[in-house]
Each structure stands twice: as C-alpha cells, then as structure tokens.
C-alpha cells in the first residue's frame, strides 16, 4: 500500500518528465513555470492512493492523477487573474510574471493538455473517467463564477455559499479519488462512496480555511490574519453572523463588509469581535466536525477492509487538524 507521502514524490518525479512543447515560448514558458512552483500534490496523490486501495496498476493511474494536477494549476492560474493576486506558493503569479494575455492563454492551454492526459486512461475505462472529469471542470468554473457573484451580494445564503464551496473546492477532490478508484477496478458503488467521502471532507476542508483564516496563528499559516474580512470575503463566518446578528450588530457589521478604505487592523478587529460576540468561532467548528463525520461514514461504508483504507483515515486526520 502506498502512504500519501509516497504517492506525492511519484506524482512529483512524473510531473517533471511531463512534456511540454518548447515553441511558443511564450505560451508554454508559463506552464513549466506554474507546475515547477510546487504545492502539495494532494489531489493526483489522492488518485493514486484510491487506485491501489482497489488493488489496480498505479501506472495506469499516473497519467490520469497528472491530469488532475494540470488542470488544478489552470485553474489556479486563472483564479488569480481574477483576483488580482501576485503571490502564489510565495513567487509572483503568471500574470504578474508575464502579463495578463500570456496568463489567460497559458491557462487555456493547460485545460487541453489536462484534456488530453485524461485521454490516456486505460481503454476499458476511459469514457466513464472522462465524463467524471468533464463534468468536474464544468461544476468547478460554475463555483467560481458563483463566488465572483458573491462578490456583488450583501446576503448570502448558508445554502447557496456550501453549495458554491462544493463545486469550487470540494468536487475535484472529490473526482480525483472516485477517478482513481474507477481505475482500480472499484463497484460503482464503492466508488460513489468514495467520491462522496471526499465532497464532505473537501467542504470540511474549506470551512477550516474559513476558520483558519480569521481565528488562525499568522506564525504558523505563515499570512497576515484575516485577508478575508479585509477582502469583504463572504466566508461562512460571515454569512453565520449575518444570519444570527441583532439589528444593531448587523448594521455595524455591514457597514465594516462594505467599506475597502478602513484601516484592515482596525477593521479586523470590529469584524472579529462581532464575530465573538456572536459565538461564530464554536458555530463553525461544529460545522466542520459534522462534514468531517459525514466523511468518515462514507469512508466507513467502502466495501474494503479497514487496514486497507488506514492512509485515507490518516489524510482526512490531517486536514481535520491542520493549521495552516
């Protein structure tokens, strides 16, 4: 059985044999550049782990769990631009790097190549692995856009925010481990159940980053605290103190979420202690344990014996923990 640490260095040492054309320079230059700043590989990890907990041939895997690494950089790459932000795993971002037009385009073509590596899956399975992942990086862009739409909304609902978190956040990972499993040679029922373990972990996932974001130890996450309440972020902290707030509270804590010229210390601090007054930091933390128990049934019901299934237990401990 692989560890997670294993299928991450596999994933690694591929990605570095990837090839890439050399001409336009200018179009691909900004390809070896994104994928050579690293990160964490947990998602084409995670194809790999789900693959050999079926007992298939990981190097059937490789590709497809590549793939799924490619297309999370364009993603990235053109969340970025949208965002305007310039730093990315702590180097300038492609379009500050290079410019905004060579960025979109560098984008568009790590879509297709994250296209055409899925197309070598294994034959026998290749049309069901590449309908999971078209229609990941469909609900993935439909994510997005919900949070760029956001932007321009004072209230949103609980619903409508875990709904956008889901396909933004959540369905990749999701893809990625029923991908690996479907090459393992799992039941379409294991598989769904080990897609659904990986939704509810990946919204576990993202309300922790929430939380982190806010309440975290800027030593240890290595950022400024609270960029998101700076931001006016509608995060799920914020949605919960909009919901719960008194008439009072609440007219305070829109003007602060509608203001971009206050002091951001002074400002975090207001937002902050709304946030304590309202016991937001507990209502959180308890969302969070629910999806990371919901995850730990699913992963429960997979029809695989319990010490086979060990590393995926230690991945969903890992990020229930994280501070960072």
């Not at 210390?265 to 507990?282: P, Q, W």
């Not at 319990?306 to 991945?315: S, V």
């Amino acid at each position: 059985m692989y560890t997670l640490l294993e299928a991450q260095n596999l994933v690694e040492k591929h990605i570095q044999t990837l090839s890439i054309p050399d001409t336009p320079a200018e179009l691909y230059e900004p390809v070896r550049y994104i994928l050579s700043l690293g990160g964490k590989r947990i998602r084409p990890a995670l194809v790999i782990l789900a693959c050999d907990l079926f007992d298939g041939e990981v190097a059937s895997a490789l590709i497809p769990a590549v793939a799924i690494e490619v297309f999370h950089n364009f993603t990235l790459l053109h969340d970025d631009i949208m965002d305007r932000s310039e730093r990315r795993r702590g180097s300038p971002t492609v379009h500050v790097k290079y410019n905004e037009n060579v960025a979109i385009l560098s984008g568009d073509v790590m879509s297709i190549l994250a296209s055409r590596l899925m197309n070598q899956a294994p034959g026998n399975v290749l049309n069901v692995v590449h309908e999971v992942f078209t229609k990941t990086a469909m609900q993935v862009c439909e994510g997005q856009q919900m949070d760029m739409n956001f932007e321009d909304q004072l209230m949103v609902s609980e619903e409508e925010y875990l709904s956008m978190i889901e396909l933004k956040t959540a369905v990749l990972i999701a893809a990625s481990l029923k991908i690996g499993a479907i090459l393992g040679g799992a039941s379409q029922r294991d598989s769904e159940d080990l897609y659904e373990f990986g939704k509810n972990l990946g919204i576990a996932f993202q309300l922790q980053d929430d939380l982190l974001d806010t309440y975290g130890d800027p030593a240890v996450m290595g950022k400024n605290r609270g960029t998101d309440i700076v931001d006016n972020k509608k995060t799920f902290l914020a949605i919960q103190a909009l919901g719960a707030a008194s008439a009072r509270q609440k007219e305070e804590l829109v003007t602060w979420l509608e203001k971009k010229d206050k002091d951001p210390k002074e400002k975090i601090e207001a937002v902050t202690r709304i946030f304590d007054s309202l016991n937001i930091k507990e209502v959180t933390e308890l969302r969070i344990k629910d999806y990371y128990q919901k995850a730990l049934s699913n992963l429960e019901n997979l029809n695989r014996a319990e010490e086979r299934k060990a590393e995926l237990y230690h991945f969903a401990a890992f990020l229930r923990n994280r501070k960072r």
